[in-house]
């Protein structure tokens, strides 16, 4: 691929900046999060033709977790049919600085695009923003960067959408009222705080008047640590009916928990988690519902994206529209957001209609 000189300037200045960014600590939104990027000021040609060969780079939150393993799948698809060329990298833990070591490296490798679910919103930024400022387009998706360092953000649903689905269906089972509890992922998850506030907000409306949320606890998307906190929860709120857990890793391992003990039948396990994850509880009884989205239409919708914005098509601006393959067309919201669209719940009924 012909590399412009005004880029490569753009990516010998950012490599200067390497050991800068990975000494910087701390990820207040106090933070210096560096400038924006080429967008702020760029207009888009919604006619022009998709690029080909794009080098488009995908960074999970973490490697050889189910649910990133799908989404990235998807993503690979898209880039396929996009004629570009598609890499995966990304840490085996989920710590708020663990991706900024691998975005570094992308803007060294000149990729064309960058798409991120952000482990921390505001470490990444600087790192993002060297990626931006030498013209590679940034695409966060299920868990969102602040919105000064990226272009645009694939949401998997609204946050609100989800939320309320949660504290739904945590209602439907503790049988309106009684103890439930949250087993989350990392603390500083953007999507799972995000979905937990508006979880503690929807408690506040009358008709959850006598559901109490007596504690969130975080596995850290570690499946043995989410394990031995759901364990944990069980043995500290001995009435407590249901536990809810927005994150696939932590449904599954407490589900995996209740179905061998005593407590089956007694708590309900909610949540987000992937059908072939949860089948079996859901056959045995533990699990009664659960909830969420395709996972791999987020990854194929980020390629797409991704592509849109390397091509100038888009600029991330509210309004804008571009065509994401299959998945059809989709327009930009405020803040650079697209929705991918509601959640699904997944019941005794319907969860042998989906393999993912």
């Known amino acids: 691929?012909?590399?412009?000189?005004?880029r490569a300037l753009a990516?010998?200045?950012?490599?200067?900046?390497?050991?800068?960014?990975?000494?910087c600590g701390g990820?207040?939104?106090?933070?210096?999060?560096?400038?924006a990027g080429p967008a702020a000021t760029a207009s888009a040609d919604p006619n022009a033709a998709t690029r080909e060969?794009?080098?488009?780079?995908?960074?999970p939150k973490q490697l050889n977790n189910p649910y990133s393993d799908v989404l990235a799948g998807g993503g690979e698809v898209a880039v396929g049919e996009l004629k570009g060329e598609y890499k995966l990298v990304g840490p085996n833990d989920a710590a708020a600085s663990s991706q900024v070591s691998y975005i570094n490296t992308l803007i060294q490798q000149q990729q064309d695009v960058?798409?991120?679910a952000a482990n921390d919103p505001n470490a990444v930024c600087p790192s993002l923003n060297q990626a931006r400022q030498a013209g590679i387009k940034v695409v966060s998706f299920d868990s969102d960067a602040s919105k000064d360092c990226r272009d645009v953000f694939i949401n998997q649903a609204t946050t609100q959408g989800i939320g309320e689905s949660l504290a739904k269906m945590a209602n439907e089972l503790a049988g309106g009222e009684g103890e439930i509890a949250i087993l989350s992922a990392t603390p500083n998850a953007t999507n799972q705080n995000a979905w937990i506030k508006v979880v503690e907000e929807e408690l506040k409306k009358?008709?959850?008047s006598k559901l109490k949320l007596v504690k969130t606890v975080y596995g850290n998307d570690e499946d043995q640590k989410s394990f031995q906190e759901a364990q944990g929860l069980l043995q500290s709120f001995p009435n407590l009916k249901v536990i809810v857990s927005p994150t696939t890793v932590g449904i599954a391992a407490a589900a995996r928990y209740v179905s061998s003990s005593s407590y089956k039948g007694k708590v309900a396990i909610t949540g987000l988690g992937l059908p072939n994850q949860m089948r079996e509880y859901v056959k045995d009884g533990t699990v009664t519902k659960f909830a969420l989205w395709v996972p791999a239409d987020i990854g194929y919708?980020?390629?797409?994206?991704g592509a849109?914005?390397?091509s100038g098509q888009i600029t991330g601006k509210e309004g804008e529209t571009f065509t994401a393959g299959r998945l059809g067309e989709y327009t930009i919201a405020a803040n650079g957001e697209i929705v991918l669209g509601p959640p699904t719940e997944f019941t005794a009924q319907n969860i042998d209609q989906f393999d993912f």
Do not use: C, Q, W
């Open 1 to 6: 691929m012909r590399i412009h000189t005004t």
């Open 11 to 23: 990516v010998a200045t950012a490599s200067l900046l390497t050991l800068g960014v990975a000494a």
């Open 27 to 35: 990820t207040s939104k106090g933070d210096d999060n560096g400038a």
């Open 53 to 59: 060969g794009l080098k488009i780079a995908f960074l």
């Open 114 to 116: 960058i798409g991120i």
């Open 206 to 208: 009358p008709e959850y």
């Open 301 to 305: 919708l980020a390629a797409y994206a």
């Open 308 to 310: 849109a914005l390397a």
